[in-house]
């Protein structure tokens, strides 16, 4: 079993930043890589982007590529997600979400993180 904890999570204006952060324990030698997504009231689950535990590759969605960043620290078993220059429509629960070596699908998930973001 892998735990995820997220945090970070706010009300913020539009144009700021903020920083998640997803930290892993258990079994985390079983993951193969780590998603964020989102969702906002009244929606669906969304990607946002993600990140190989080994090599650090990323992939983001469209809608957030060139704003937001994911990163990780090895040695703390945590995730980050950098988000620059928030808009209203950012706003939504944030989750990490871990998907192991065994598995197609991510099997793990976080209990997610408000973020509001105020025009």
């Known amino acids: 079993q892998v735990q995820l904890v997220e945090s970070g999570g706010g009300l913020v204006q539009a144009g700021d930043s903020l920083r998640l952060s997803c930290a892993a324990s258990g079994l985390t030698f079983s993951i193969s890589g780590m998603g964020w997504f989102r969702q906002a009231p009244g929606k669906e689950r969304e990607f946002v982007g993600r990140i190989t535990w080994s090599g650090g590759s990323t992939d983001y969605a469209d809608s957030v590529k060139s704003r937001f960043t994911i990163s990780r620290d090895s040695a703390k078993n945590t995730v980050y997600l950098q988000m620059l220059n928030l808009k209203p429509e950012d706003t939504a629960v944030y989750y990490c979400?871990?998907?192991?070596?065994?598995?197609?699908?991510?099997?793990?998930w976080g209990q997610g993180t408000q973020v509001t973001v105020s025009s």
């Open positions: 979400a871990a998907r192991p070596h065994y598995r197609v699908e991510y099997s793990y």
